[in-house]
């Protein structure tokens, strides 16, 4: 995999790199558009999208061992949806909303516990303030900051009919407050204060944490026509404002991605105004898809974009030329990712992961085409080893003590020899059982009987007997040798 700079940045730090997985194992999801991802701590967790139809598997990749595999998931296990929000706090994951067929949309809320793949429809209580919950919709945000989520805008369906598709942008604010482990609590309407966001979909929002109190961001998004304003929610005062910013802005766009690394915000790709000088090109199209990268610093709010814009208008010629369907197409000639919009992204660390996504649609092929591509950005320049400095010693390594001989005595290897013996703890030999054939055919007594009747007194193996004369009784007890009468020989 090679790298590529997008561009130099003025500020003398690392350019951004894109580089390409080309290669891994497992199977692979198919390619698609509007589904979403999350990443808990190595791994990238995708659910939702669609191409020629809702995918209902939860795909998972592992950036480590480069990696995808279906994990067997199990419980209240939700029906595939699209542009749906997602939200990761921990090891869960909450999913809310989306398109679940052409022209239906749900307003059901999912909970994944990731550390065991178990799903739960959860049923948050509604607002207190006796107003409804959210409405069914899709093309939302929905973003976690501490225990809470919030639910921004989408398009909802106003039609009657089942089949009809009568479409309203929504601008509703509601809040959701999550239990500790797992759970929601439930719905809340936030009492805010200035003028909000316009009503939109296909936006983005991220939650930044850093200096001050914490914020929320949106950008972009779809009203009849694209967006390019920028909004801040300040969540200690619940007040919203258009912050000022500098440098140039991203063109006006949706359904395009953005994320948070450290103290920036990063900007990729979406549907953009087709430029003055593409529109031969764009086969009578007013808007076209783009791989344009753009950060926003949320300390100093400068923009800064990376790298020339790659329009998909500017490779149709060579993309008839290759072919139709989910087949690998040519690179853009900046390196990057090719121009898509309707993507995922997640961030791990300092890398941005991209994955899929639609450039557009074809007038010539009758359809829309998917990329299947992975990609991620390097934002930082990854930490190089320290180098080893090798320095000559100039005193002699001290030997343990239990080697050190004794002042004047020569050290040798006897020494040291004799030293570790010493050392070694002794080897103790297996106590002997005590000879007790004198026991034969004697009747054992306590130590005071033997005394108190004159028997012979053990200790240990010494048999004191004393000097005094033995009972008759000691007699048949300590049977006495006898000399044998001469001429007997004993027992023949």
């Not at 997640?346 to 007038?363: N, P």
């Not at 320095?391 to 290897?413: D, I, L, W, Y």
């Amino acid at each position: 995999m090679d790298r590529t700079p997008v561009c130099s940045v003025p500020n003398g730090t690392m350019d951004p790199l894109w580089k390409k997985v080309n290669s891994f194992t497992g199977p692979i999801p198919r390619s698609r558009h509007g589904h979403r991802a999350a990443a808990i701590r190595e791994l990238i967790i995708v659910f939702g999208g669609g191409n020629e139809g809702i995918a209902e598997e939860l795909h998972v990749y592992n950036t480590v061992s480069k990696q995808w595999f279906l994990p067997a998931v199990r419980g209240d296990i939700p029906p595939g949806c699209a542009a749906h929000g997602f939200a990761c706090e921990g090891t869960r994951i909450l999913v809310f909303g989306g398109m679940v067929e052409f022209g239906k949309y749900n307003n059901s809320l999912y909970e994944l516990q990731a550390s065991r793949w178990l799903w739960k429809k959860l049923k948050p209580r509604p607002p207190k303030n006796g107003m409804p919950p959210p409405c069914p919709r899709l093309g939302h945000s929905f973003t976690l900051i501490g225990n809470k989520c919030y639910l921004f805008g989408g398009l909802a369906n106003d039609s009657e009919d089942p089949n009809g598709n009568v479409p309203r942008y929504l601008d509703d604010f509601y809040e959701l407050e999550l239990q500790s482990v797992s759970g929601v609590k439930g719905w809340n309407i936030p009492d805010t204060k200035g003028v909000g966001p316009w009503a939109r979909e296909s936006h983005t929002s991220v939650a930044y944490t850093g200096t001050g109190s914490p914020k929320l961001y949106i950008f972009g998004g779809m009203r009849g026509s694209r967006l390019d304003d920028l909004w801040q929610l300040d969540l200690e005062s619940m007040t919203w404002s258009t912050p000022d910013t500098k440098g140039p802005p991203p063109l006006p766009r949706s359904l395009h991605s953005a994320n948070v690394i450290g103290n920036k915000m990063y900007v990729f790709g979406g549907w953009v105004p087709v430029p003055e000088t593409d529109k031969p090109n764009a086969l009578g199209a007013e808007w076209i898809c783009t791989n344009s990268l753009s950060v926003l610093n949320l300390d100093t709010m400068t923009w800064q974009s990376l790298g020339p814009d790659q329009q998909q208008g500017q490779t149709v010629s060579q993309e008839d030329q290759q072919g139709q369907g989910d087949q690998e197409e040519p690179q853009p000639s900046s390196g990057g990712p090719r121009a898509r919009a309707g993507h995922c992204a997640a961030s791990i660390g300092s890398r941005l992961y991209i994955w899929s996504g639609r450039d557009g649609y074809r007038k010539s092929w009758n359809y829309q085409v998917c990329c299947k591509d992975l990609w991620y950005l390097e934002t930082e320049r990854p930490s190089t080893p320290a180098a080893v400095l090798l320095v000559k010693s100039t005193t002699t390594p001290q030997p343990h003590p239990a080697q050190v001989p004794r002042r004047g005595t020569p050290r040798n290897n006897q020494m040291s020899s004799q030293l570790r013996s010493q050392m070694t703890p002794p080897h103790r030999k297996p106590r002997r059982r005590p000879n007790r054939r004198w026991r034969q055919g004697r009747r054992r007594l306590p130590w005071k009987c033997q005394r108190l009747l004159g028997a012979p007194i053990q200790r240990g193996r010494v048999m004191l007997v004393e000097k005094h004369t033995l009972s008759p009784w000691d007699r048949r007890v300590t049977p006495q040798k006898t000399s044998q009468p001469s001429g007997h020989s004993g027992e023949q």
